[in-house]
């Protein structure tokens, strides 16, 4: 089985939506919502990150920084699941979905925005088990560990409890219990509410 270039599978779709006469460039900025399946919209995120919220109950599903194609998960549903909201200024091509969906087609692209949406499902996945633990302790220390895991230039500016409340109905009380627990333990360290270090958790 042949091994997902998700970048060349990004920049390859992103490149011909670019080059489109269908497709649109449009600046958003920080903090804008994005309707996904009222806009019926596929999107290629140049620049900037943004996250995507569940609609039922507007907690983050995942977070994808540029360059990215964001809307391929409900272009073909009649269900508005989930909205994007822009973490920063960001920099995206429009194109419509039955536009996409020819483009795709004609350029024998489908393969490509299969691997992505793959993707966003395995980081989906991800994101459910973090959730899945039946103690406090338990999810705030997945998601420490998430953290942990991140590129550290995404990581040094990523503050542990927005990350965590913008992901669950955890009270910021008793998510800053845990963390507290897990600096005295000498497990982690926070600085200004950012993980600087992490050990075995």
Request: net charge positive; charged share 25%; proline share 1%.
């Amino acid at each position: 089985m042949p091994r997902i270039n998700l970048d060349e599978s990004v920049m390859l779709i992103g490149d011909e939506i670019k080059k489109s006469e269908n497709a649109y460039f449009a600046l958003r900025k920080k903090r804008q919502r994005i309707e996904l399946k009222k806009d019926g919209n596929i999107f290629f995120l140049e620049k900037g990150s943004i996250s995507v919220y569940r609609v039922e109950n507007d907690l983050v599903t995942i977070s994808i920084t540029a360059p990215a194609i964001l809307g391929l998960a409900q272009m073909r549903s009649d269900v508005s699941s989930h909205y994007m909201r822009c973490d920063t200024d960001c920099e995206v091509w429009v194109m419509g979905a039955n536009n996409i969906n020819e483009l795709l087609t004609k350029k024998n692209l489908w393969m490509h925005a299969f691997d992505i949406l793959t993707h966003h499902l395995h980081r989906y996945f991800q994101r459910e088990n973090l959730r899945s633990h039946k103690t406090i302790r338990e999810i705030v220390t997945e998601h420490v560990k998430h953290i942990w895991s991140l590129a550290p230039e995404i990581r040094d500016k990523t503050s542990v409890y927005t990350f965590i409340l913008s992901r669950n109905h955890i009270s910021r009380s008793a998510i800053h219990k845990v963390l507290q627990e897990l600096v005295n333990e000498g497990k982690i360290t926070l600085n200004r509410g950012k993980l600087s270090t992490c050990g075995a958790l």
